[in-house]
């Protein structure tokens, strides 16, 4: 034999048994043994959500939501908003006041945390103590923890705000504050118990949470381990963004449909197989009546579990706009792709339903692979209904669903459509697991249940929440339609016997509508109370016609963030300022600043007018004694008209004193516009070299410019 072949191969043979003694020395995977390695590495298994969990888990929430709403048959109560500021109780060490905002004392893991960015509160320091230590084992900034600026990075810790994602910066007009929320979803686990802290007022919070079964050892997060999982760490933040499935069998189908005719494509039969990947190519052009009247319907094992219209079923609502989230995903050339895993014992039928009144063409393509199918297996299930508008107001519980049967809630879609312009996602959730009377998972607001704050994002993607853009412009102006998401990966809800998520209908005015997907799994048996609904797609969609406002002839001040991607700038940017944001600058103290009530004398900055002022302690929510006499010292003339009302607020920030805001009233138009009566005139001197900053935060808004 060749001397070089037999180095060559003695070396192969090293090679083997060194690979085959470094696989003999790896611990099998333990189903009673929660590690951080093991939370990541479920974080990025698609298949996992399809088997009931193990370990088993019930998922809790702790949030900030109004403890007077404390009986849901008293309506006197049940729908109080005042969710903010609420923690379990204030310990003091040292002289240092921690408020206590959760507190578990049984094996968990954090596995969803949000809050609202507000400048005010951008100094807090958060403690997580874990298993009775006195010592913390994260003592951090709070805004630095949860949006991405510490140890914890995107896309587990990220800004949701008016963006195309957590990285690039959309920006908003001059005027129209951004909605700012911190999301973080890294697991950080416990073995014994978990107490959270905050050293100054906890505001607004929600905060979501696994207890495990008394069986189950639970490895507890220490930066050490975090350090020793580094790697893991960021290639589980980088498989986030990427669409991975198995692929052993692809079917493709050009589809053309006549109208109120359908498609059935028998899928692969066999001893277990799941779809990994549906993908339509539809026009991009595609109307809205379209997306809503072409349905998707999956039956499993001869069992219908799958009914809902292309609009809901891939994340983008009633457009053909690009957005993403881990599970869905539709592209700007009309590609519509989910990678749900769908897994199926024996067979599967899947049918296009085409109920419109015109002709579909499109192309379809199926994938599917083998699928170990054992005695936790679950089947998928979509469903999907829609009120239009809502009885609202009075306030409701407004159902997305209920869940008689064992399995585990994982995700939604909701398309609201508004032709009021005022705000309707004030309403919080209330989900009830196997037979509560309370609610275990009471919130704060629609929009922090998809991760948002102050309204929703105008057009944002993540793994975790997603929003394509939306019709109107800005926090004063909410109408037309929105589509968000909610993807829960770790912060999946298992039920054994029963679930119910209602949604608060907390509207205004009358005139909101809401269509919602439920994304669940589970056991065979299982069933819910939504039925297909083949009239209401019918339901003629109304389109959104934008306003257009004159402006006043003369000198032009173009605004900078209109439309245009923004670079962040640091903590004076749009992106890190929090919700006080859009700086609107009055370039020359000679100007003077003229509204009238039809709106035609708008230009460049001119969008906030004083009628008065009160002074704000930002740190304690209340307003301070001298509010209604102290006038800013840089005001040099005000002159007020035709008032109509007032419930726009602006807010100037002291610079001398940066936790204290004076918060003075913008006009508002209402009803018919009565041509050239003014309004308000105001002038200002300068303060600074950069003028007078305005700053916007809105309350309930029925008209902004």
């Not at 990075?153 to 990285?167: G, H, L, T």
């Not at 292309?310 to 869905?328: C, K, T």
């Not at 109107?472 to 990966?489: F, H, I």
């Not at 006038?631 to 602006?650: H, K, R």
Request: with cysteine; proline share 6%; aromatic share 12%.
């Amino acid at each position: 034999m060749d001397f070089r072949f037999k180095k060559h191969l003695v070396s192969a043979i090293i090679l083997i048994i060194v690979l085959v003694a470094g696989c003999s020395q790896r611990e099998p995977k333990d189903a009673n043994l929660v590690t951080l390695a093991s939370l990541l590495d479920e974080m990025t298994d698609r298949e996992a959500i399809t088997r009931f969990p193990r370990p088993g888990y019930k998922l809790k929430q702790a949030s900030s939501y109004d403890r007077s709403q404390s009986n849901p048959q008293d309506n006197a109560t049940w729908f109080n908003n005042v969710d903010y500021n609420h923690y379990i109780r204030m310990e003091e060490y040292d002289g240092q006041r921690e408020y206590v905002i959760m507190e578990e004392d049984r094996p968990g893991c954090i596995t969803r945390w949000w809050i609202p960015l507000e400048n005010t509160y951008k100094n807090r320091t958060l403690r997580i103590y874990l298993d009775g230590n006195s010592e913390p084992v994260i003592q951090e900034n709070y805004y630095n923890l949860l949006t991405g600026k510490s140890f914890i990075k995107e896309p587990f810790a990220f800004i949701s705000s008016d963006e195309i994602n957590a990285k690039v910066q959309q920006g908003m007009p001059v005027g129209h504050p951004k909605q700012m929320g911190a999301d973080l979803y890294f697991p950080i686990a416990f073995a014994k118990s978990c107490k959270i802290t905050l050293d100054d007022n906890p505001f607004y919070y929600i905060i979501n949470y696994r207890i495990y079964e008394k069986n189950v050892r639970v490895e507890t997060f220490s930066m050490n381990n975090y350090n020793k999982n580094i790697r893991l760490v960021k290639q589980t933040g980088e498989k986030l963004l990427k669409y991975d499935y198995n692929e052993s069998s692809i079917i493709n189908n050009d589809i053309f449909l006549e109208p109120r005719s359908s498609k059935l494509i028998n899928l692969p039969s066999g001893a277990g197989r799941a779809i990994q990947k549906i993908q339509l190519k539809m026009d991009a052009s595609t109307d809205k009546q379209t997306l809503r009247s072409t349905v998707l319907q999956i039956n499993f094992d001869d069992k219908q579990t799958v009914w809902c219209p292309v609009s809901e079923f891939f994340g983008g609502g009633v457009y053909m706009r690009p957005v993403n989230n881990r599970n869905l995903s539709v592209s700007k050339d009309g590609v519509l792709s989910s990678y749900w895993i769908m897994p199926y014992r024996e067979k599967a039928e899947f049918f296009l339903h085409n109920y419109g009144a015109k002709p579909l063409q499109a192309k379809l393509q199926v994938t599917t692979a083998p699928y170990n199918w054992d005695d936790h297996s679950m089947y998928f299930h979509l469903d999907w209904h829609e009120q239009a508008p809502l009885p609202t107001p009075p306030k409701i519980d407004w159902n997305y669903i209920n869940i008689r049967g064992q399995g585990v809630y994982a995700g939604d879609v909701l398309t609201i459509h508004s032709t009021p312009k005022g705000w309707w996602g004030e309403g919080d959730e209330k989900i009830y697991i196997d037979g509560e009377s309370f609610p275990s998972h009471l919130g704060t607001g629609t929009e922090d249940y998809y991760g948002y704050a102050w309204g929703m994002a105008h057009h944002f993607s993540s793994p975790f929440i997603s929003t394509p853009l939306r019709d109107a412009r800005g926090k004063g102006d909410w109408r037309g339609y929105t589509t968000v998401a909610r993807m829960r990966l770790l912060d999946a809800i298992p039920f054994n016997s029963s679930l119910q998520l209602d949604m608060e209908g907390w509207q205004v005015n009358p005139g909101v509508s809401y269509a919602v997907a439920c994304f669940w799994y589970g056991y065979s048996g299982a069933a819910d109370n939504i039925d297909p609904d083949d009239k209401t797609i019918l339901r003629k969609l109304q389109d959104f016609v934008p306003e257009k406002l004159a402006t006043m002839p003369g000198k032009q001040y173009p605004d900078p963030a209109f439309e245009k991607l923004a670079e962040p700038l640091g903590n004076k940017s749009i992106r890190h300022v929090g919700n006080h944001l859009d700086l609107l600058l009055w370039r020359s103290p000679e100007i003077e600043k003229t509204l009238d009530s039809d709106f035609d004398n708008v230009y460049g900055t001119a969008g906030y007018h004083l009628i008065a002022c009160k002074r704000l302690n930002g740190r304690e929510i209340n307003f301070m004694e001298d509010s209604v006499k102290t006038l800013p010292s840089f005001i040099e003339s005000m002159i007020i008209g035709n008032t109509a009302y007032s419930i726009q607020d602006t807010w100037f920030i002291d610079p001398k004193a940066p936790h204290i805001y004076l918060i003075t009233g913008a006009v508002v138009s209402n009803g018919e516009a009565e041509s050239e009566k003014l309004m308000i005139r105001l002038k200002v001197s300068v303060l600074g070299p950069q003028g007078v900053e305005l700053v916007a935060a809105m309350w309930e808004v029925t008209h902004m410019l």
